[in-house]
């Protein structure tokens, strides 16, 4: 059975990690399930030419981040987890100490409930130690905390190459195979 992966959109700066990954994973045949943040709206028209509806004709199924009885929001029903990208302190926040306010969060939740994979792609820089302590709360209950921090062992030649290179390293934690970028060889 190919079970969906739920993507979260949430308004920190980068949203194109969540559109670029809903683009991967519909070229893999991967389901998506996506849930976008009113804030992902905003920073999508703010950081993109894309259009709300142009991202989620990207995905399979679309939820309302109000609609807190949408099928994320149990336990019974099966994915393959969860990644948010990108993922705002607030979210991170509101994850790390199940303050279940909407679809997105209430999702989360459930993913760390049912120990399923949680991804979050937090985007903030510089760090305080209030976000670290949100991250290794988020870490203990379960999540992976992979922010988007670009590697350059792979020779990037473009933004999407830096881009695709981040997602890849997410994608790996779901055991989706892909392309997205030249891994690691020990130089000969």
């Known amino acids: 059975m190919n079970l969906p992966l739920v993507v979260g959109l949430s308004g920190a700066s980068g949203i194109i990690y969540g559109v670029e990954t809903l683009k991967i994973l519909r070229q893999l045949q ?3 399930h996506l849930i976008v943040s009113d804030s992902a709206v905003r920073n999508l028209q703010i950081e993109t030419d894309y259009s709300l509806d142009e991202v989620k004709a990207l995905a399979d199924v679309v939820y309302d981040v109000r609609d807190v ?3 994320p929001a149990s336990g019974s029903w099966l994915n ?3 990644m948010v990208a990108p993922c705002t302190i607030k979210t991170l926040s509101a994850i ?3 303050f279940n306010y909407n679809l997105l969060i209430r999702a989360a939740d459930v993913t760390l409930k049912e120990k399923r ?3 979050l792609m937090v985007r903030e820089t510089p760090l305080h130690k209030g976000h670290l302590e949100l991250m290794a709360k988020a870490a203990d209950l379960g999540a992976l905390i992979l922010p988007p921090v670009p590697a350059f062992y792979h020779r990037p030649k473009t933004i999407q190459d830096l881009i695709h290179q981040s ?3 997410a994608l790996d934690h779901f055991n989706i195979e892909h392309d997205l970028y030249r891994r690691w060889s020990s130089p000969a």
């Open 30 to 32: 991967v389901p998506t």
């Open 69 to 71: 009885a949408a099928s």
């Open 80 to 82: 393959r987890g969860m």
């Open 96 to 98: 790390a100490n199940s």
């Open 117 to 119: 994979r949680l991804v």
């Open 167 to 169: 997602i890849g390293k």
